[in-house]
């Protein structure tokens, strides 16, 4: 059971640590998180799993969070490639951290270097979740830092046998961006989990009489999360040439 990994739907809660000989109990922490599905999921070695408890409040206050970039083919860059570490391996969908599976990001010097994924809109970013290499070379991941758009999430701190690392946000963004400097970055999967937005357009228009048009909205637009942590509208008014009406055509 080393270093399998648990998940509330998309999000990641953490990675079970055998710590002594003998030990048969296990406790993961979700931190709160909502979801419909809980996975155990383990790389490259036998799974036997004997029991799984989950305690939770049955609710449905909040949705669960989206993995807003897995699968998806998003707009991904990279400041520097080598070893063809291309930037789309980090949102492929694949976590198991090995270098000889084409899954792996690399950057091609150890200068100033960033990784990131385009939304093509804004989105509420709870967290990001970094998957480390697992064969080679973990430590180079010490001190990467994290970033929506322009703000600040945190860094990652290295330590030894950890693979996954979580960094929270919450904050708007667009882009979501891996910086490291002074050493080579290498991106085994990255996951934004946030809530998706939603936008919706609506229009109308209208005929006008006894040359006194009146106003309408010609387009509204509503731009929301789901969460209604966000809510915005805006109207714009159309005023179209006025003629004079007649009676007798009724128009």
């Known amino acids: ?44 070695n036998y799974l036997t799993i004997c029991e799984v408890n989950v305690f939770g409040d049955d609710t449905f206050a909040l949705a669960p969070l989206d993995n807003l970039v897995s699968g998806k083919y998003l707009p991904t860059a990279q400041t520097s490639e080598g070893w063809s570490g291309v930037a789309p391996r980090a949102i492929d969908g694949r976590t198991n951290g090995l270098w000889d599976q084409s899954t792996c990001t690399h950057s091609g010097n150890t200068g100033r270097n960033h990784w990131q994924v385009d939304l ?75 809530e998706l937005s939603t936008t919706m357009f609506v229009s109308m228009t209208t005929c006008h009489r006894n040359e006194h048009p009146f106003l309408i909205p010609s387009l509204i637009s509503f731009s929301f999360q789901f969460s209604v942590l966000f809510f915005s509208i805006s109207v714009q008014y159309t005023k179209f040439p006025s003629y004079q009406y007649n009676p007798i055509s009724g128009h």
């Open 1 to 44: 059971m080393d270093n399998a990994l648990v998940y509330a739907g998309d999000e990641f809660c953490g990675a079970i640590k055998y710590q002594y000989e003998g030990q048969s109990f296990f406790s993961v922490d979700c931190n709160g998180a909502y979801a419909d599905s809980i996975r155990v999921v383990q790389n490259y």
């Open 120 to 194: 093509l809109s804004r989105h509420f970013v709870k967290k990001v979740v970094v998957y480390n290499r697992r064969d080679c070379c973990q430590d180079r991941i010490n001190g990467a830092q994290v970033f929506v758009d322009d703000i600040f999430c945190g860094s990652i701190m290295y330590a030894s046998g950890q693979d996954v690392y979580v960094v929270d946000c919450d904050t708007y963004g667009r882009v979501v961006k891996v910086a490291q400097s002074g050493q080579y970055l290498t991106l085994c999967e990255v996951e934004v989990l946030g």
